[in-house]
């Protein structure tokens, strides 16, 4: 089976960087550049995306997260910080799921917990066939001004085609394996109030996928978590307003070296 490939930098606790749908690791480098010095950062494509083209992506998420883990393990890292933005967060709440002693603290990014309507079931099967059928370039166009924020558009188009240029290196296998992985998740809404390790909720305000009354929804159902609000970003806030992710994730990894030394 041809392995799952990671990116890795820096010294410290273990960070771990999922990323979103339908882009690739390169969503984390600003964080992979800012906290170098403060974390040994992982940051894996996943299958069917990235480096990681070749690589077949299992059927479920929580398999997914088993082998991420398994990777992570390969890599001398028996427990880590575990930040996931989007499809990222699905795969952080499966970690929970199948290996709940790795997870040291969590980064929720512009994600939710609970499953997917049938409607919203629906429209990722569409997607996913869409990909079988005709490929995936149609993604490159499409997606991002459905996710990103009016501002980033306006003001940094760097980042758009910085987003446009991760979407390109997506294979229809991954898009359609990804899509139907998503579309069966379990409700993780359960495991909130269960989460006992630090936590925050980061979410881009201008998100048109997940709104942020949702997000501190699910901030307030996990005891200790805090809520950070990013203006002036969309789905994407690690590459829309990367300096704000990364002061979030830099706090975030102190104050889980203050509780747990």
Known sequence: MT?????????????????????????????????CDEANALAPDLPGFGASSEAAMPS?????????????????????VVAGCSMGGYLAFA?????????????????????????????????????????CAFLVDEWPPGALSPATFAHNLAAVAGVRAMIEQATPQGVSAAQRAMAQRPDASALLAAISVPCIVVHGLDDPMISGADAQ????AITGARFIGIGAAGHLPSVEQPALVSAALRELLARTEQLQA
């Open 95 to 135: 970690m929970l799921r199948v290996a709940p002693q790795f997870v040291r603290a969590l980064a929720l990014i512009n994600t939710k917990a609970t499953a997917d309507t049938e409607p919203a079931r629906a429209k990722r099967l569409a997607l996913a066939e869409r990909a079988e059928r005709e490929g």
């Open 217 to 220: 929804s699910m901030a307030a």
């Open 3 to 35: 392995q799952i490939i990671f990116r890795t930098t820096g010294n410290g606790p273990a960070l771990l960087l999922l990323h979103a749908f339908p882009v690739t690791s390169a969503m984390w480098s600003s964080q992979l550049d800012a906290l």
């Open 60 to 80: 479920t998420l929580d398999a997914l997260a088993l082998q991420i883990y398994e990777g992570s393990r390969e890599r001398g890292i028996d427990r880590a």
